[in-house]
C-alpha cells in the first residue's frame, strides 16, 4: 500500500480526500445550506440512497449536534463539527480497501498503527434507517463510521449504498499530534488554527443552545413544519417536504438542548418525524420512478 | 479400505462482530460434520475452534472419500401371478420393472414363504465427497446463527457480513463448487496491513501453518487466545499483573488475527474516581486490560491488544494513552459534576423518566418501592427506617451523569455517591445491592436493606409487567423477568428468608391498585406462580437435587408459602433417598396413593378404629403409625424434616408387612374402610415433607 505525504493542515487533509474520492469515480459535490446532525441527512444521501440509482459522491458536511457544545471547554466535544461523507451507491466489493487506501493517502501507514474495523451498526429510529458497519479505529480512536445501509425510509436499500463517514477533527488531531481541536493548524498561510475559527463560535453557540433558544418558537416551528411537510407531500413535493423534515429535525435537538423535551414526549416527537420521513422516501421513490429512474439509464448506456 | 484425507472450509469475509464469533464457527463445524454424517462419510471430529475476524474455518480430520455402496433391493409381485400362460409379463411385472428402471427380463426371482417373486437388486456406488461436499456446505451455512443478515453491492445473498473467498479443499485438491456466489479455490488472503498478495493453500493440512508461517495470522482462537493472556501477563509482569476478564479477552480474541500486547499508562491524578469507573473505561470503552500492584490496587496502566507488529511500537502507545485521556477526562468531568448535588434532588426528575408505558415513571416505581419494602422489612422483622430511605433514592443515580455514560454501574455509583451525602451506610450499600444477583451466579446482597430493596426491585417489575401481560415468550425476555425470578428466589433461599410469595405478589398488586397504575390482568398469580416455578425447577437443578426430589418436594406442602422451608424439605427427601428404607417407603407410598385414589369417596374423613383391626400387621402397623404422629409433629415444629423423614424412615418393617399380610379391601365394607383410613394416616405422614411415591430409586 502506498503511503503519501502527511497532509499538514486541516484544509489541506480535505483537499487529499477530495482529490483522492474524485479519482474513484465520485462526484465531489457541496454540503447542503441547512442545519444537520449528520453528512446521513444530506438529500445526497438520505434520497438517494433510495431506489436502484447508482450513485458516487463525496463531500464535506459541517454538522450541527446542540446538547454536544461544551462552551469550547472540552478538547474532543463541540456543537459544530465536519464530517467528510463518501457515498458508494451501490457499494464497490471493494469498498474497504478503497477506503484503506484513503487513509494512506492521508499519510497514514497502515502497518506502523493499529487500524481496526470494529463492530458497530447504525440505527436512526427517525429516519427509519439502519445499517451494518463498524467504526473504524486508529490506536484506539474512532475516526470513522463504516455503514452498509440496509433500510431508508422504512424501505429496503436495493442496491446497498455503503457510506463511509471521517470524523474530521479526530483525524487532524493525530496527522498533527494534538490534543485539541481547537489547537488544529488550519492552514498555514496565513497561520489559522481550528480554534482562532470556532472557538467564539462553540461558545455563543452552547449560550444559545442552552439558555437563549426559544422554547415556544421553537415549539411552533415543529409543529409548522410537520404541517407544512404534510401539505407539500399532498401536493407531489417530496423534495421541499424533506427539507421541512430537517428543520423539524433542528428544532427537535435545539428542544433536547433546552431539555424541553420529558422522556416520554421524546419518543413522540421521534415517530412524528419518522411519519414524515417514511412518507417522503416512498413519494421520492415514486418521483424517481415516474421519471424514470434516469441515472439507471445513464449508467448502462 | 477406503481412502481419506482432510476437509478445508474458509470463508473469508470482512470483519465480523466479534461477540457472535465463537458461535459462528462452532455452528459451522458442527453442521459440516452432521452433514457429512447423514451423507454416509466418516470423519475425525477434534475440538480446535478455528476463527478470526475476517474467517470462518473448519478442519476435518481423515474424512472418507466416498459414500459407502448402497445396495438397492426391491420385492415385486409372485412370479406366478406375473405372466400370461405364453410367458408374455402381466402389466403386474412391466409396471415393477418400470419402476425399478430395468426391462422385466432384467429382473431377478426370490424365494419367499409365499412363493417365488421378480426381485430386483442393484449396488448404487457411493457418491464422491466432491460432489457432496459444496451442498454440505451450502446446507450448513444456511443454518448458521447470524443475528442480523445483511446485503451488500448488488448481490442477492446474504451473511452476517460481506464475503470475500470460499476455500473448500479435500487434502491437497479443490472441491470446485459456487458457494455464496464464490468459486471454491486454494486461495486467502492474509494479514490486512502484511500481506496484499493472494496465498495460495497446499493442502488441508497445511492451511494453518501456511497462515501462521506467511500470512500473519493465527487461526486457531484458542492459540490466539493463549498468546493474548501471555503476551498481556509478560507486558505488566514489571509493575504488576492485569485484570484478564474473560469475556474481553474472548472478544479482543475475536477481532485480532496478529496479537500484540502493549503496556500504556494513564495520569495518576484519575487515581481518584472510584475504581469501577476506571475499569468500566478500560474495558467496555476501549477494550483494554486494567493492571493492578500486588495488593490488588488499581495502577495508572492499562494494556492495549494491537492486532499488528510495527517496527515501533510508541505510536500505537501513545494513540491509545490520548484516547484514554479524552475518555477519563470525561469521566472526571461527570464524577466531578455528580459530585456537586445530593442524590435526593434527583428524586423529583425520577417523574420525568418512563419506566414502563403502563407502569408509570422512575418515581411511581420508588414510591411503589417505598411501600413495598416496608411491607417486606415488616415481614421479615427488619429496621424499616434505613429501608425505606434506601427505596427512596434507590433509583436516583440513574439521572446522574456518570450513569448516562455508563449504565452497567448503576447501584454502584449509587453507593459512592450516598456516601459522599453522609446517608447511612446501610442506605449507601443497599443502593448497590438492590441490583444483586446481576447474572445467575452473582453474589447476593449481604445486608438486610439490600435483600428487602432487593426483592421489591424484583416483585414490582415481575407483578407489573405480568399485570400487562407483558410475559416472555421462547428466547423473547426484554425485561429480563426470568433473571428477575431467578434472583428472587436465590435471595429468598440462600439467605434463608421466610416469605410468603403468595402474599407477597397479592401485596405488590395492591400496591399497584392503589397507585396511579393499577394493572388491567386479573388473577396473574396463577401465571407469575407458574413462572416463578419454572425458575425454581432451574435453581433445584443446579443445586444437586434430582428432578423426582423435585417433584416429590412439590407433592408435599405448597411451595410458595415459604420458599425456605420448601428447601428444607428438598434437602429432607435427597437425604431421605440415600438412605436403605427409601426404595421400600417409596413403593409403599405409591401403592397406597393408588389405592386411595382408586376409593376416594370421602375416607379422608374416616379415623381407623383400633377395635376395627383385626390382623397382627395391621394393629402393628397402626401402633407404629400413633407412636410416629407424636414424635412427628415435634419435628415438624423444629421445621427439621430430615429428622421427620429419618423417623418416618422406621415405618419401612411394619409397612411392608401390612401389605404382605393384610387385604386392604376386605368383604367387609367397615374393615375396608378402616384399613383404608389407616393408609390415609400413613400417607398423611409422608405428604407433611413430600410426595414419597414420586421418587425414583432403584428405579434406574
Not at chain 2, 442480523?148 to 457480513?161: L, V
Request: with cysteine; glycine share 6%; charged share 25%.
Amino acid at each position: 500500500m502506498f503511503t503519501s505525504k502527511k497532509p499538514q493542515t486541516f484544509q489541506d487533509m480535505i483537499l487529499a480526500l477530495q482529490t483522492y474520492w474524485a479519482k474513484q469515480g465520485c462526484m465531489i459535490t457541496q454540503p447542503l445550506d441547512m442545519p444537520v446532525g449528520a453528512g446521513t441527512f444530506h438529500p445526497s444521501t438520505f434520497l438517494r440512497a433510495i431506489g436502484p440509482e447508482p450513485w458516487r459522491t463525496a463531500f464535506v458536511q459541517p454538522c450541527r449536534r446542540p446538547t454536544d457544545g461544551r462552551y469550547g471547554d472540552n478538547p474532543n466535544r463541540a456543537q459544530h463539527y465536519y464530517q467528510f461523507q463518501v457515498i458508494l451507491k451501490p457499494s464497490p466489493d471493494d469498498i474497504q480497501a478503497l477506503y484503506l487506501h484513503s487513509i494512506s493517502a492521508l499519510g497514514i501507514d497502515p502497518k506502523q498503527c493499529d487500524i481496526r474495523f470494529m463492530e458497530d451498526n447504525w440505527e436512526s429510529p427517525t429516519l427509519g434507517a439502519w445499517g451494518l458497519g463498524w467504526e473504524v479505529c486508529l490506536d484506539g480512536m474512532e475516526i470513522s463510521q463504516f455503514t452498509y445501509f440496509q433500510q431508508v425510509g422504512g424501505l429496503d436499500c436495493k442496491p446497498v449504498t455503503g457510506e463511509l463517514t471521517y470524523g474530521l477533527e479526530r483525524i487532524a488531531m493525530y496527522l498533527q499530534n494534538v490534543d485539541s481541536m481547537f489547537d488544529i493548524l488550519w492552514s498555514h498561510t496565513p497561520r489559522v488554527t481550528y480554534g482562532d475559527i470556532f472557538k467564539q463560535n462553540e461558545i455563543e453557540m452552547s449560550a444559545y443552545n442552552f439558555e437563549y433558544a426559544d422554547v415556544n418558537a421553537l415549539l411552533k416551528q415543529f409543529d409548522t413544519d410537520e404541517l407544512q411537510c404534510k401539505t407539500l407531500l399532498e401536493n407531489k413535493l417530496p423534495l421541499p417536504a424533506y427539507e421541512m423534515i430537517l428543520n423539524a429535525s433542528h428544532a427537535f435537538n435545539l428542544l433536547d438542548a433546552r431539555h424541553a423535551i420529558s422522556v416520554t414526549e421524546r419518543q413522540q416527537y421521534m415517530l412524528r418525524i419518522r411519519a414524515l420521513a417514511k412518507a417522503v422516501a416512498e413519494q421520492y421513490y415514486t418521483s424517481r420512478e415516474t421519471l424514470g429512474f434516469p441515472l439507471l439509464k445513464k449508467d448502462t448506456a | 479400505m477406503t481412502k481419506k484425507a482432510d476437509l478445508l472450509l474458509e470463508i473469508l469475509t470482512e470483519e465480523l462482530p466479534p461477540k457472535n464469533l465463537t458461535r459462528l464457527a462452532m455452528s459451522l463445524k458442527e453442521s459440516i460434520a452432521e452433514g457429512l454424517k447423514t451423507s454416509g462419510f466418516e470423519y475425525e471430529l477434534d475440538d480446535a475452534l478455528l476463527a478470526t475476524p475476517r474467517r470462518l474455518v473448519v478442519i476435518l480430520n481423515n474424512v472418507t472419500a466416498k459414500q459407502p455402496d448402497q445396495v438397492i433391493e426391491r420385492k415385486g409381485p409372485l412370479s406366478s401371478i406375473s405372466f400370461f400362460p405364453d410367458g408374455a409379463p402381466k402389466p403386474q411385472a412391466t409396471g415393477f420393472a418400470k419402476s425399478c428402471d430395468v426391462s422385466v427380463e432384467q429382473l431377478e426371482r426370490l424365494d419367499t414363504p409365499k412363493g417365488e417373486c421378480l426381485y430386483f437388486k442393484k449396488t448404487e456406488p457411493g457418491k464422491s465427497i466432491f460432489d457432496c461436499l459444496p451442498d454440505i456446505v451450502t446446507e450448513a451455512i444456511k443454518k448458521l446463527p447470524i443475528k442480523k443478515q445483511m446485503r451488500w453491492g448488488d448481490h442477492d445473498i446474504t451473511f452476517e457480513r460481506p464475503v470475500h473467498g470460499i476455500i473448500l479443499m479435500y487434502g491437497r485438491k479443490i472441491v470446485p463448487g459456487i458457494i455464496l456466489e464464490k468459486t471454491t479455490s486454494n486461495k486467502t488472503q492474509g494479514h490486512r496491513f502484511y500481506n496484499t498478495s493472494p496465498i495460495t493453500i497446499s493442502s488441508a493440512k497445511a492451511y494453518i501453518k501456511t497462515l501462521k508461517k506467511y500470512a500473519h495470522v493465527y487461526v486457531d482462537f484458542n492459540e490466539r487466545k493463549n498468546i493474548i493472556r501471555t503476551q498481556t501477563i509478560h507486558a505488566a509482569q514489571r509493575i504488576g499483573s492485569p485484570v484478564i476478564n474473560d469475556a474481553l479477552l474472548d472478544e479482543v480474541t475475536a477481532s485480532t488475527e496478529w496479537p500484540m500486547a502493549l503496556l500504556a499508562k494513564f495520569s495518576n491524578d484519575f487515581l481518584s474516581l472510584p475504581k469501577e469507573v476506571l475499569i468500566a473505561s478500560m474495558e467496555k470503552h476501549q477494550r483494554c486490560f486494567p493492571v493492578v500492584d500486588q495488593s490488588n490496587q488499581l495502577l495508572p496502566n492499562f494494556i492495549a491488544i494491537a492486532n499488528i507488529k510495527p517496527y515501533r511500537t510508541k505510536y500505537i502507545i501513545s494513540g491509545n494513552e490520548r484516547v484514554m485521556r479524552a475518555r477519563l477526562s470525561d469521566a472526571k468531568f461527570f464524577y466531578e459534576t455528580d459530585l456537586k448535588h445530593p442524590l435526593n434532588i434527583y428524586i423529583d426528575q425520577l417523574g420525568h423518566v418512563v419506566f414502563q408505558k403502563q407502569l408509570g415513571t422512575l418515581l411511581n416505581k420508588t414510591q411503589r418501592l417505598q411501600k413495598l419494602s416496608g411491607y417486606i422489612a415488616k415481614q421479615l422483622h427488619f429496621k424499616i427506617t434505613d429501608i425505606e430511605r434506601a427505596a427512596l433514592l434507590s433509583k436516583t443515580d440513574l439521572m446522574t451523569s456518570m450513569v448516562g455514560e455508563f449504565p452497567e454501574l448503576q447501584g454502584i455509583m449509587g453507593e459512592y455517591y450516598a456516601r459522599h451525602d453522609n446517608e447511612p451506610e446501610t442506605v449507601a450499600i443497599a443502593l448497590k445491592e438492590q441490583y444483586m444477583p446481576r447474572f445467575a451466579t452473582d453474589d447476593l446482597p449481604q445486608t438486610a436493606t439490600g435483600q428487602a430493596l432487593a426483592i421489591a426491585d424484583r416483585i414490582d417489575t415481575l407483578v407489573g409487567m405480568f399485570g400487562i401481560n407483558q410475559i416472555p415468550t421462547g428466547t423473547k425476555d426484554p425485561f429480563a423477568l426470568r433473571r428477575a425470578a431467578f434472583g428472587l428466589i436465590r435471595i429468598m433461599i440462600e439467605h434463608e428468608l421466610h416469605l410468603n410469595l403468595n402474599e407477597l405478589i397479592k401485596e405488590t398488586y395492591n400496591i399497584y391498585k392503589h397507585s396511579d397504575h393499577p394493572l388491567p390482568k386479573e388473577h396473574l398469580g396463577v401465571t407469575l406462580g407458574t413462572f416463578i416455578l419454572d425458575r425454581l425447577a432451574t435453581w433445584v437443578g443446579q443445586n444437586g437435587f434430582t428432578l423426582d426430589q423435585y417433584h416429590a418436594t412439590l407433592g408435599g406442602p405448597i411451595w410458595h408459602e415459604d420458599l425456605v422451608l420448601f428447601h428444607a424439605r428438598l434437602k429432607a427427601v435427597q437425604h431421605f433417598a440415600t438412605l436403605p428404607e427409601a426404595e421400600s417407603l417409596a413403593a409403599a407410598n405409591k401403592r397406597v396413593k393408588n389405592i386411595l385414589i382408586k376409593n376416594e369417596a370421602g375416607i379422608l374423613k374416616h379415623v381407623f378404629k383400633m377395635d376395627l383391626l383385626k390382623e397382627s400387621a395391621e394393629i402393628q402397623l397402626a401402633r407404629d403409625i400413633s407412636k410416629r404422629i407424636e414424635t412427628v409433629a415435634a419435628f415438624e415444629k423444629n421445621c427439621d424434616y430430615t429428622g421427620l423423614l429419618i423417623d418416618l424412615a422406621q415405618l419401612r418393617d411394619p409397612v411392608d408387612r401390612f401389605f404382605e399380610t393384610v387385604m386392604v379391601m376386605d368383604e367387609d365394607p367397615k374393615l375396608q374402610q378402616n384399613r383404608l383410613a389407616l393408609l390415609v394416616k400413613l400417607r398423611e405422614l409422608f405428604l407433611k415433607v413430600a410426595d414419597i411415591s414420586l421418587l425414583q430409586i432403584g428405579a434406574s
